[in-house]
């Protein structure tokens, strides 16, 4: 199995510009959880789907940010307009029941 | 609320020597128990879980953990380090009646090894 996969792996844009971030949790997997993960805040659950649906997304910051899922195998994490505040590591993970499996997550850089 | 904690945000330890990273979670009520290591620029990767069984639990790179159930407690240990393990390691819990595959993480504890 290829696990988690994430793309891009780096990003940098310019404050105002738009970001996608995008998810293949591993096959068979029905629970996907975005994270974030900064020096000064730690690794911050951001939203998690059961079974393509939105479960708890209390973690999301403010209205700038969405995610979806449209099928199992794919979810986005968008970020609009992104801010320079919005630079970190963003991981995704799928779960099959217990253990989460993460991906080697997305370095953004918003100068 | 449910909480994970790590007392130690670092620990410095000299190769070869034992380390204990320990880890404390909130309630009493059942739980499976996890530790993920992180190396420097990558994703979390499990270490070690615990569902149910013994309270020892073995997992890679020589590390293991004890559930100690009283003590609401699931500290990981390594008889001898070496400067590769230099990494963050995770303390995660699921309770019982969770979401699936929700874990509670604890805010990582930072091991540096030494020559």
């Known amino acids: 199995d290829a696990g988690v996969i994430q793309s891009p792996r780096h990003e940098v844009t310019e404050m105002g510009q738009e970001v996608t971030l995008r998810c293949k949790p591993i096959s068979g997997h029905n629970s996907l959880f975005w994270y974030r993960q900064t020096m000064m805040r730690g690794l911050e659950l951001l939203i998690y789907?059961?079974?393509?649906?939105?479960?708890?997304d209390s973690g999301m910051p403010e209205d700038r940010f969405s995610a979806k899922m449209p099928n199992a195998s794919f979810s986005t994490l968008k970020i609009q307009p992104s801010e320079p505040r919005d630079s970190a590591v963003y991981f995704c993970a799928s779960s099959n029941q217990y253990e989460q499996y993460f991906g080697p997550g997305t370095r953004l850089t918003v100068t | 609320a449910q909480s994970v904690t790590q007392l130690d945000s670092q620990v410095p330890v000299f190769e070869e020597a034992p380390v204990e990273l320990r880890c404390n979670y909130s309630s009493s009520v059942s739980v499976y128990l996890f530790w993920y290591v992180q190396y420097p620029n990558q994703g979390l990767q499990l270490l070690l879980k615990?569902?149910?069984?013994?309270?020892l639990v073995k997992g890679i790179n020589g590390f293991e953990a004890e559930f100690n159930k009283s003590q609401t407690s699931f500290h990981l240990r390594k008889p001898s380090v070496h400067i590769s393990d230099t990494a963050e390691y995770f303390c995660?819990?699921?309770?019982?009646?969770?979401?699936?595959?929700?874990?509670?993480f604890g805010k990582g504890t930072k091991l540096s090894v030494k020559p």
């Open positions: 789907f059961n079974n393509n649906v939105p479960i708890d």
């Open positions: 995660a819990v699921r309770y019982y009646g969770g979401s699936q595959g929700n874990l509670i």
């Open positions: 615990y569902l149910s069984g013994s309270t």
